[in-house]
């Protein structure tokens, strides 16, 4: 196999705009999961408009676009277990973590407990995770 | 240093891509590596050779094609983002049917694999996006 598989770096995907006004959030899901089969240590983090991709109750029938907020729910499946979001940003917008999806993974290390995935952080606090990442891409 | 390159806009649009160009240039310049150019979301629009813009401006698309001339550069265009956007090498031409191609000269179509790999391998990586 590649050197590519030997390494293992710390990932972090941020999603700034809302779902369907571009396209931005949805081609940065399809390389996360393109990116959960590399081997790496994967994190998303959510901020400003990036928050409302989480949401419940997505109806897109009468913009007639493709309504992809169950992928979210998938993430879990494939491995992905640091979903960040950002409470300044949830907060702005009059929305708390009961507006978005219950997004869980399994914990291998917990005799594959269903977790959490989303973790509710300060800008702050987001700041110091962003530091100790090796890559960020941001979207 | 060895940098891996992500462009998320198209050309004169917006300033993304001028800005990466430039910054690609300059570190070439200085002695560092680029990995890969990655070419993203609207990004895509950058490898079409079709573009023809007025005399007196800038030629976006021709000026990566001669950067990647002069230095060898992996210039990599997202697979999913150029079929939706219409940019098509010969292969894509023939998978899908169409009727013509209209990659530009020094980029390649492939796979978001590409853009993760060039995550791993460079020593960072430069995303330039809106």
């Known amino acids: ?139 | 240093m060895k940098f891996g390159i992500l462009v998320n806009e198209g050309p004169y649009q917006h300033q993304a891509s001028d800005t990466a160009y430039n910054f690609v240039k300059s570190a070439l310049e200085k002695g560092h590596e680029i990995y890969r150019v990655f070419f993203y979301h609207d990004g895509v629009n950058n490898g079409t050779r079709l573009t023809s813009p007025p005399q007196d401006d800038r030629n976006v698309v021709d000026r990566w094609s001669a950067l990647a001339k002069e230095n060898d550069l992996d210039m990599v265009i997202c697979v999913a983002a150029a079929q939706r956007r219409g940019i098509v090498d010969q292969g894509e031409m023939e998978r899908n049917g169409k009727d013509a191609s209209n990659i530009a000269e020094g980029f390649r179509i492939s796979g978001l694999g590409q853009l993760v790999e060039a995550g791993i391998q460079s020593d960072r990586l430069v995303v330039f996006g809106d």
């Open chain 1, 1 to 139: 196999m590649s050197d590519a598989e030997q390494i293992t770096k710390k990932f972090m995907y941020i999603n700034r705009k809302a779902p369907y006004g571009t396209i931005y959030a949805w081609e940065s899901l399809e390389v996360v999961l393109i990116a959960a089969a590399f081997d790496q240590d994967i994190s998303l983090a959510f901020i400003d408009d990036g928050v409302y991709q989480l949401t419940k109750g997505q109806k897109t029938e009468a913009i007639g676009l493709k309504n992809f907020s169950a992928t979210y729910r998938a993430l879990g499946d494939y491995d992905i277990q640091k979903i960040y979001v950002e409470k300044e940003s949830l907060e702005t917008r009059g929305l708390t973590l009961d507006d978005l999806q219950h997004l869980v993974y399994e914990d291998e290390d917990d005799d594959y407990a269903e977790k959490d995935s989303i973790k509710l952080v300060s800008a702050d606090e987001l700041g110091k995770i962003m530091e100790e990442q090796n890559v960020v891409l941001s979207f």
